[in-house]
């Protein structure tokens, strides 16, 4: 029996066929982030609650999780710990319309992605799923 060859990227993470592959890897996830930060900019409920001194390492940030959630290196974990996005959001007031205008701005991003239909709806399934469980206030 020939031996079984598992293809590793860098760091030794896993290349299997994931949806971080399916999609194109890091530069699809840079994509789909840059595009929501620039909606994020222009939103003036979203945008106080970001760092602009910190864009780039908020837009970082969210690639890496966003890529080790989806089968990519798991280099968030390794920097971060573990991603506890409930804990890391306390400090913000994520009320129903911050989450709403969040997923308006991650939609438009979603789009411009312009992925198969399979690969949008389990991606945006994840995304809304995401949003209504870092709502942490009903008050306006």
Request: with cysteine; net charge negative; proline share 6%.
């Amino acid at each position: 029996m020939a031996d079984l060859t598992l293809r590793m990227g860098e760091g030794g993470d896993s290349v299997q066929s994931t949806f971080w592959n399916q999609v194109g890897g890091r530069p699809t996830f840079e994509r789909l982030v840059r595009r929501f930060y620039e909606e994020v900019r222009v939103d003036d409920v979203l945008w106080p609650m970001y760092p602009e001194e910190d864009l780039e390492g908020a837009i970082q940030r969210l690639t890496g999780f966003l890529e080790q959630y989806w089968g990519g290196p798991t280099t968030y974990s390794r920097e971060r710990g573990h991603p506890r996005l409930r804990m890391r959001h306390m400090p913000f007031r994520v009320n129903p319309e911050a989450r709403d205008r969040w997923l308006r701005c991650m939609r438009v991003a979603v789009d411009d992605l312009q992925l198969s239909p399979l690969h949008e709806a389990e991606l945006w399934d994840y995304l809304e799923r995401a949003a209504h469980a870092m709502v942490n206030t009903f008050e306006p």
